[in-house]
């Protein structure tokens, strides 16, 4: 069953349960002074008799998406006991507008644009960081494969996220129609959502790897790597979704709170423990590899060592994914920390790639000396060939004909 049977299924019932409502309200002597508007159901609520001149209140609808059932519908009874029309349709009216937290609305309306603008700008910044790595050949390393296959994965799961603020979100018709095609969505968005921790794990393991082992091959190391980035998110995500499709949670694109999400959550705590220990042992191992620098270093080596070893840390934490630990818990709706929670979210979440291709393309030193020696290179064959051009003129302007004829 589809949402929009089940809701359906659910008007239905509550329209028996008020037709005998209003049954046995006509069947007893009424307590209500004419004129009165009679009680009726307007296909979402059941509405009691009510006195003329006065407002009938009841609970939001829980079943319609968007309402809040903490908040009241209500109903005018008009002085002459009819109920009030609109005045636009003509149409008797219930009004329900105050269902919706018109304020809240508006605040997640923004955290949205955060969330689209960020992943828009870093989408960009990926797929200009994957041009200049593949461009230059000679910048190829296993580290730099790595790179960049994090960089697809970004991208991959930004492109994806655009689309479903694009092409869903704003469109509540999509969600209640649960169209094969919005889950398809969900389930692909998923899937990068989890590679982008699994490289994140990649990039970590590697980094550990390079420096508590001095023999390993590096080669075989990112091919193994490779394998494990882009299939262990598979395997949860297949294992997920066919957990929702046997138990029948597939309802309103699968946006809804699933117990069968903890199954992601797995491979997600997973990644962040491990990136955390290899964050600490490599921060170890670092410092100690400083203290033991070279002897004319000896001068303020503590603070020297130490500013080394916060920058490296400040560098790696948005490549292991680490700053997601400044938002490990949302707090409960209504909270006081519910809207810092819900911007440092959309900021680090959605700004993570564009801070990775700053850090790791960009501002690359490697990348930067390949960038300038192409840019002297393509300056200077222009110059080249118009002191070539002005040479070759000269000489054959002053040698003059040998003969009576003008070569041309």
């Known amino acids: 069953m589809n949402e929009t049977e089940s809701v359906q299924l659910i008007i239905d019932l509550k329209r ?22 009679p009680g009726v159901f307007d296909g979402w609520s059941c509405w009691p008799d009510t006195a003329a001149g006065l407002t009938a209140y009841t609970d939001c609808p829980e079943f319609i998406t968007g309402f809040d059932p903490t908040r009241k519908a209500h109903k005018i009874c008009t002085s002459n006991g009819t109920w009030y029309r609109h005045p636009e349709s003509g149409l008797v009216w219930s009004n329900y507008t105050t269902c919706v937290n018109v304020d809240d609305l508006y605040w997640r309306q923004k955290i949205n644009s955060i969330y689209e603008t960020g992943y828009l700008i870093s989408l960009v910044a990926l797929l200009l960081s994957l041009f200049i790595l593949s461009y230059f050949k000679s910048l190829r390393c296993p580290r730099i494969t790595l790179h960049m296959n994090l960089f697809t994965s970004f991208a991959a799961n930004n492109a994806l996220w655009v689309m479903w603020y694009r092409l869903v979100v704003p469109y509540p018709e999509i969600v209640r129609s649960n169209g094969v095609s919005c889950q398809i969505l969900h389930v692909v968005l998923h899937y990068f959502l989890l590679t982008n921790y699994s490289w994140m794990l990649a990039e970590g393991f590697y980094l550990h790897t390079l420096l508590v ?41 699968w946006i809804n709170e699933s ?150």
């Open 213 to 253: 082992s001095a023999f390993i091959s590096e080669e075989r190391l990112v091919k193994w790597l490779t394998g494990l980035g882009w299939t262990l998110p598979g395997l949860f995500i297949l294992v997920y979704t066919v957990l929702r499709l046997l138990f029948g949670d597939i309802e309103q694109c």
């Open 16 to 37: 028996a349960e008020c037709n005998e409502i209003l049954n046995f309200t006509l069947s007893q002597p009424t307590e209500v002074s004419e004129p009165y508007c």
């Open 259 to 408: 117990p069968y999400t903890n199954v992601l959550i797995v491979l997600v705590c997973f990644s962040m423990a491990l990136n955390l220990v290899f964050l600490c042992n490599i921060v170890r191992v670092l410092l100690i590899k400083l203290r033991a620098g070279p002897s004319h270093l000896a001068n303020n080596r503590p603070s020297r060592t130490l500013l080394q070893a916060l920058r490296a840390t400040l560098l790696l934490l948005p490549l292991l994914g680490l700053h997601y630990l400044l938002t490990p818990f949302r707090p409960l709706p209504g909270h006081a920390l519910e809207r810092s929670y819900e911007v440092t979210s959309a900021i680090t979440a959605s700004f993570q790639g564009l801070c990775v291709a700053t850090l790791f393309c960009f501002c690359n030193g490697e990348v930067i000396a390949q960038m300038k020696r192409r840019w002297q290179y393509s300056s200077f064959r222009p110059r080249a060939n118009s002191y070539t051009a002005t040479t070759v003129s000269f000489v054959r302007s002053t040698a003059g004909p040998t003969t009576g004829e003008d070569n041309v």
